[in-house]
């Protein structure tokens, strides 16, 4: 089976992989084709990748190439996690809308930063959905890119390819609430519909018991507990808060009675109106609360860097990288094989509405439980989503639908009235100036705004 990653730079997923790889040899021998623009981080990817598989014996067969056309003939499944600009454009996405008094957590699915790193992530998911229709017609295509939801809609609407939306964020949060209920995070299911990184569990059981009135109980006794008041500090791993550190999220899920994934981090970038000043419970969004520096430094740089030193020999390999670990890639492999088998499994995935939800827009990527089988995955159909939640959504769903249509075309007043709608910004001319200033500052890798020549 040949796999190709186009952004295997992303030197932490590539080595989540190749470790799930290894330790799924049911669906091998496998042949992974590692594809990179940037060759020194396509360097360190290989040589991490072959030392692993040389360390364990595994049948994989690495190929590794600058070139994504000359890997994508034959492929079985092709993998995106590409991020134009990379961590550098990251944080300008964050930090110009600083200057406009406007803070963000994460600045990757909305709110200016996800809205600016749309415009140029989708000429680029694009091309490759194009490279893949053309060289490997029978391919799965699944992303795992954001913005997410911007990047599957475009991709869809511009050339029609299926591509699939993976994120382990309901798939973690699922497990979070198991825990919290007291069972075992291995025996839930869930219900949880939404956008990427605002996906409402409206449903959860343990063999068939509903959890949700052990979740009103548990809610009230988090915020009567002092203990539990421990909101998220800079330099933290967000992924190990207790339940209780995200307030809004345990709001709305009072107000509403479904929880919100993905926690607070992400939660809080889909309700700026509720932070003015990113002003969160004493802290500031993305400086002292989920701080933007230490994501990229801790996630990033540092990861980078260690991955960097083992793969080049200046450190000696470490046993962690052949342990199965959470994050994004920690499902991929049972996708797979539930459509390779036809198991059909039931996996969190963005597609499509298509009617699925009825009170929501047909033409609207949404997150939601799909079936994985031969064939692909597909959504499945719920006509119980609460009119409420339906209603929150709808803003943030036209919001997406306008950043498609900015980034497509290169319209600057669409772009614009995609600030507007989305809501962190009410003043047109405020509007105006952050986007031409966070155009500019990404000039490079716009080529729908800047065309060449």
């Known amino acids: 089976m040949k796999i190709v990653l186009i952004g295997a730079g992303s030197a932490r997923f590539t080595q989540g992989l190749v470790a799930d790889l290894i330790f799924s040899p049911q669906l091998g021998p496998y042949e992974l084709a590692l594809v990179d623009i ?23 067969t ?3 190439s600058t070139d994504r056309k000359a890997l994508l003939p034959g492929a079985r499944y092709v993998i995106t996690t590409i991020g134009v600009g990379g961590r550098r454009a990251w944080e300008q996405d964050v930090f110009i809308p600083r200057k406009y008094g406007i803070f963000q957590p994460v600045g990757d699915s909305v709110m200016p930063g ?9 000429p680029a998911m694009v091309d490759i959905a194009k490279d893949v229709q053309a060289l490997a017609p029978d391919a799965y295509l699944f992303n795992y890119s954001n913005p997410m939801t911007a990047n599957c809609w475009a991709v869809r609407q511009a050339t029609g390819m299926n591509i699939v939306g993976l994120c382990h964020g309901a798939f973690r ?36 018991r509903d959890l949700m009135p052990t979740l009103h109980t ?23 808060h207790p339940m209780g550190a995200n307030p809004l999220s345990w709001s709305l899920f009072e107000a509403y009675g479904a929880y919100p994934s993905a926690n607070d981090r992400h939660v809080t970038e889909f309700f700026p109106e509720r932070f003015p000043g990113g002003q969160y419970y004493g802290r500031t969004l993305g400086v002292d609360a989920y701080s933007l ?31 199965r670990r959470v994050g994004e890639h920690e499902q991929l492999l049972q996708i797979m094989q539930s459509i390779e088998w036809d198991e059909r499994k039931i996996f969190y995935a963005n597609l499509p509405n298509d009617g699925a939800i009825p009170n929501l827009p047909p033409d609207a990527v949404l997150e939601f439980p799909c079936v994985a089988m031969a064939g692909g995955l597909h959504a499945i159909h719920f006509d119980d989503f609460p009119d409420a939640l339906a209603a929150v ?61």
């Not at 360097?43 to 994989?60: F, P, Q, W, Y």
């Not at 548990?218 to 992924?239: E, I, R, S, V």
């Not at 047109?428 to 080529?447: S, V």
């Open 38 to 60: 940037d060759p020194v981080a396509l360097d360190v990817a290989e040589k991490l990748a072959r030392k692993l598989i040389e360390h364990t014996g595994a049948a994989i």
């Open 62 to 64: 690495i190929t590794a």
């Open 114 to 122: 996800g809205i600016s790193r749309a415009m140029r992530m989708i």
């Open 173 to 208: 949060v699922e497990r979070n609430l198991a825990s919290l209920a007291g069972v075992p995070e291995d025996e839930v299911t869930s219900v949880a519909i939404g956008l990427n990184h605002l996906t409402f569990f409206t449903k959860l059981y343990h063999h068939g």
């Open 218 to 240: 548990k809610a009230a006794a988090l915020f009567k507990d002092p203990a539990q008041q421990n909101f998220p500090l800079a330099g933290n791993n967000f992924d190990d």
């Open 293 to 323: 520096e230490d994501a990229i430094r801790i996630w990033g740089d540092e990861v980078y860097e260690e991955m960097r030193a083992q793969a080049n020999g200046e450190k000696p390999l470490s046993e962690e990288l052949l342990k």
């Open 393 to 453: 959504l709808i803003r943030k769903i036209a919001a997406n639908q306008l950043t498609v249509e900015a980034a497509l075309t290169g319209s600057r007043e669409l772009f614009t009235e995609a600030l507007l709608i989305d809501g962190a910004v009410t003043d047109r001319d405020l509007a105006n100036r952050l986007r031409d200033e966070m155009l500019e500052a990404h000039r490079a890798n716009l080529p729908n705004f800047f065309p060449a020549g």
